[in-house]
């Protein structure tokens, strides 16, 4: 990992990786679309409303997982001051609040026919709200200096503060939720997850991951051009 | 035709299917657009700085 | 030890010199606080049910109105640097910075805040909840917006940025904070809140200073 602290090895590695990940996003992504649209059974509880489930599902466990990596990159750049580390942290960022944005619509047209409330202050939609939140700080945050190198420290330095935050959120959402509101527990999906519904799941969970795998590395080499080609202006200027 | 309406109306459930997936394609699809379209325009530019320099 | 209280010492002086900051934070206190039985009527029933969350939003908002001056002058007029040079480790320096908030903004609002309770007609088995609670929820709030005032000083709309990076932060302490009173009115005892307010609050003593003169020396750079 830290040989791509260089960007030069960054962009060799990143493009050599490159169009097997954008080849196995379309075919992972077709194949989940087939599986979920037309393969998989409807939910003998929620019909074919349970197809909504896989895009929703893989798009929270992106979101969380995002978050995840925005923050490791954040440690990273604080840590060894790599270069690419923070301009890895801040690519992730859009890419996360995405991912979160559509958790957060997908779960709501779900959960209105299964509920039949478009919303719910349940533990877990709270603390993707939050989450949500937190990646909009984020952006704002790095974007409000107009010295590039102030914004993004000070991003990591946030991104790893919301880390502590989320499990703290979760926990007292959890609470909160318990003490206050009469739960009647919803499981998802019915008691054990069939295979049925498990394979499309996974294909698709894989697809959004390598989705995400082909963008951030194609906004990682995006953003390494950029900056050589401010270099080399500012060469040929002087 | 009668398969594809079945298929459409997704049980009942269409008008909360169908946005869904939709709003996936837009958000994902945006994405990929957004940054293909910003890699290539830089990539342009980058190719022309260094041939400027030679 | 004697050169961080100098520090609270000089931080107090600077803010009674300057006079407008508690009285600010209270002003809106009060006022926000009172613009809800306008909004949602007088009745005593409604207003009760709702009494607790209306006075620890509003509070926690009033705390945020203050946070944005915490390092600001200091940063301004070049102290914060002269400041980073003293052998006082920058971490203690923000604690003692947070302490000297606390007391000119936390006090007052914990003192105010029954006083407001009364008249949202809140039930009177939940006020020593109210009230220990705030007791350890107001520190946490000065600690965790020392985050957000050292990670936005010099950035552009800085107020603002420092609200939407500071409010989820808040949200569990806002949680605990009326979930014990809640318990308490109910008769299950706000025990549980409290000891889970009192961890946030050991946690932030220990971890908030650190993120904070990281952001602080950022700034400095």
């Excluded at chain 1, 466990?61 to 301009?87: C, E, F, K, N, Q």
């Excluded at chain 3, 945020?64 to 320096?93: M, N, T």
């Amino acid at each position: 990992m830290f040989r791509l602290a260089n960007p030069n090895r960054f962009m060799q590695w990143s493009g050599t990786i490159l169009p097997w990940s954008a080849i196995a996003t379309v075919l992972l992504l077709g194949a989940g679309l087939y599986l979920a649209l037309f393969v998989a059974p409807p939910d003998y509880q929620q019909g074919e409303s349970v197809r909504i489930m896989y895009v929703h599902v893989p798009s929270a466990y992106m979101a969380t997982t995002v978050y995840g990596l925005m923050a490791a990159a954040s440690a990273v750049a604080l840590i060894w001051r790599h270069p690419v580390a923070d301009i890895a942290a801040r690519e992730a960022a859009p890419l996360g609040a995405g991912f979160t944005l559509l958790c957060l619509v997908t779960g709501s047209l779900w959960g209105k026919p299964m509920w039949g409330t478009w919303w719910v202050w349940d533990a877990r939609l709270t603390s993707v709200l939050v989450l949500f939140f937190l990646y909009l700080g984020y952006i704002a945050l790095i974007n409000a200096f107009d010295e590039p190198t102030r914004g993004a420290r000070a991003g990591a330095i946030l991104a790893l503060v919301g880390v502590v935050n989320l499990p703290i959120i979760k926990f007292s959402v959890d609470w909160w939720n318990t003490l206050h509101q009469p739960a009647s527990i919803f499981r998802l999906g019915g008691p054990t997850i069939a295979p049925s519904m498990l394979w499309p799941l996974a294909i698709m969970a894989l697809g959004f991951t390598l989705l995400f795998v082909t963008l951030w590395l194609m906004r990682i080499r995006s953003a390494l051009m950029a900056a050589k080609l401010r270099a080399l202006r500012l060469q040929q200027a002087a | 035709m009668e398969a594809l309406d079945h298929f459409l109306a997704m049980g009942g459930y269409a008008r909360f299917v169908w946005p869904a997936y939709a709003l996936a394609v837009i958000v994902l699809g945006g994405f990929v657009i957004e940054t293909l379209v910003t890699y290539r325009k830089r990539q342009r530019a980058l190719d022309e700085a260094e041939k400027r320099r030679r | 030890m004697s050169a961080f209280l100098t520090l609270v010492a000089r931080d107090l002086r600077l803010a009674l010199r300057q006079g407008g900051d508690a009285a600010m934070v209270i002003a809106f206190f009060v006022l926000s606080v009172v613009l809800f039985p306008f909004a949602v009527g007088p009745e005593p029933e409604l207003l009760q049910r709702i009494a607790a969350g209306i006075v620890w939003v509003t509070a926690l908002l009033a705390a945020l109105l203050s946070l944005e001056r915490l390092f600001q002058a200091d940063y301004e007029d070049g102290s914060l640097e002269a400041l980073a040079l003293l052998p006082l480790p920058l971490e203690a320096q923000v604690l003692a910075k947070c302490l000297a908030h606390w007391l000119v903004t936390g006090l007052p609002l914990i003192i105010v805040a029954p006083l407001l309770a009364l008249l949202l007609q809140l039930d009177p088995a939940g006020y020593p909840a109210l009230i220990a609670g705030m007791v350890l929820g107001t520190p946490i709030l000065s600690l965790i917006g020392a985050i957000g005032a050292a990670l936005s000083l010099g950035a552009r709309r800085g107020g603002v940025l420092l609200s939407l990076l500071v409010l989820p932060l808040y949200i569990p302490v806002l949680i605990f904070g009326v979930a014990a009173i809640e318990a308490e009115i109910q008769g299950f005892g706000p025990r549980p809140d409290l000891l889970l307010l009192a961890a946030l609050l050991v946690l932030a003593v220990g971890l908030v200073p650190f993120a904070a003169a990281a952001a602080l020396r950022l700034a400095l750079e």
